[in-house]
C-alpha cells in the first residue's frame, strides 16, 4: 500500500498521498501502514531467522551497519522532529542533512542490508528488497513538495547536497573532519 501510494504521488499530479502536510487520513493511513510493515519485518526477522545461508563474518558485518543505521536513523529523525512525519515546519539543512538530503532513508536502507545480512531470513530478502525501492522512490513527491514550500532557498539546498550520497557527500564529510582536528 505503501508503495502504491508513493507510486500514485509520483507519476499523478492530481494525487497527493505523501507527504500529507496536515494530519487527514493521509497521514494516518501513511503512518498505520509504517507501523504494520515495521512490526511484519520485526515479527518475520524473528521467525525466519537464520533460514538463508550467511557465512557468520557477513551476519556480524551485518550486524555492524544495523546499529550504525539504526543510530544514524534516530539522530537524523531527531533533529528536524514534526517535519520528519510530512508535516509542515522549517527547512532543516544541518548535521547529517548537510551531507545528504535523505539522511533517513539512506539509514533505512542501511537497516534493511544489515537486517538481511545479520538475521539470513529468506523472506525478509523480498519484502526488504521491495522496501528499497520505495524508499528510492520516496524523496521524489517530497522533493517536489518541499520546492513548494521553501521555494529557492530549497532550490539552493538541492544543488550543493545529493538526494542520497555521492562525491559532495563524502567530500564534505572528510573536510569537515579534517576541519575539527
Request: hydrophobic share 45%; charged share 15%.
Amino acid at each position: 500500500m505503501l508503495l502504491v501510494g508513493i507510486v500514485g504521488t509520483v507519476v499523478n499530479d492530481s494525487f497527493s498521498f505523501w507527504p500529507p502536510g496536515d494530519r487527514d487520513w493521509r497521514f494516518w493511513t501513511y503512518w498505520t501502514a509504517s507501523t504494520i510493515f515495521t512490526g511484519s519485518v520485526l515479527t518475520l526477522t524473528i521467525l525466519n531467522r537464520g533460514t538463508l545461508a550467511m557465512p557468520l563474518w557477513i551476519r556480524y558485518i551485518g550486524a555492524i551497519v544495523l546499529v550504525v543505521s539504526v543510530v544514524f536513523t534516530a539522530v537524523s529523525a531527531y533533529y528536524i522532529r514534526t517535519a520528519t512525519l510530512g508535516l509542515e515546519g522549517q527547512l532543516y539543512t544541518g548535521g547529517a542533512y548537510r551531507y545528504t538530503r535523505n539522511p533517513q532513508y539512506v539509514g533505512f536502507i542501511g537497516i534493511a542490508v544489515g537486517l538481511i545480512a545479520t538475521a539470513a531470513a529468506k523472506l525478509l530478502v523480498p519484502l526488504l528488497a521491495l522496501c528499497i525501492v520505495w524508499l528510492w522512490i520516496h524523496p521524489r513527491p517530497e522533493e517536489a513538495w518541499l520546492a513548494e514550500q521553501y521555494g529557492s532557498e530549497y532550490e539552493e539546498y538541492c544543488e550543493r547536497v545529493p538526494r542520497f550520497v555521492d562525491g559532495r557527500t563524502f567530500r564534505r564529510l572528510l573536510k569537515d573532519v579534517g576541519d575539527k582536528s
